[in-house]
């Protein structure tokens, strides 16, 4: 299970950046732009970590808010979460419940 957490998480970020970049790159043509409600998914999703560094690199919507706050929220729940998750606090809270559901 461990490995498709990774997998994810790397996925997640390259998508969030790309998708970062690519707004950019929209914005700056005068074209059509990719939702905020769609690049704060991604984040949301496990992608804070690539939409931030996005936005730091290409400086895309850092002082736009509440855009920001949302980003720097997401992010910083993602580094709690995988701290717990690295430290096995999180096993003690998922486990009881899968146990519940039927899960092994």
């Given at each position: 299970?461990?490995?498709?957490?990774?997998?994810?998480?790397?996925?997640?970020?390259?998508?969030?950046?790309?998708?970062?970049?690519?707004?950019k790159g929209k914005a700056e043509a005068?074209?059509?732009?990719?939702?905020?409600?769609?690049?704060?998914?991604?984040?949301?999703?496990?992608?804070?970590?690539?939409?931030?560094?996005?936005?730091r690199l290409v400086r895309h919507k850092?002082?736009?808010?509440?855009?920001?706050?949302?980003?720097?929220?997401?992010?910083?729940?993602?580094?709690?979460?995988?701290?717990?998750?690295?430290?096995?606090?999180?096993?003690?809270?998922?486990?009881?419940?899968?146990?519940?559901?039927?899960?092994s």
């Amino acid at each position: 299970m461990t490995s498709y957490v990774i997998y994810w998480l790397i996925a997640a970020n390259l998508i969030a950046f790309v998708l970062m970049v690519l707004d950019k790159g929209k914005a700056e043509a005068d074209e059509w732009r990719i939702p905020e409600s769609t690049l704060l998914l991604w984040a949301f999703l496990g992608g804070a970590f690539g939409t931030v560094l996005a936005a730091r690199l290409v400086r895309h919507k850092t002082r736009k808010q509440p855009f920001a706050t949302w980003m720097l929220i997401w992010l910083w729940l993602d580094i709690i979460l995988l701290v717990l998750w690295a430290f096995g606090f999180l096993d003690q809270l998922i486990l009881p419940v899968a146990q519940r559901w039927g899960g092994s």
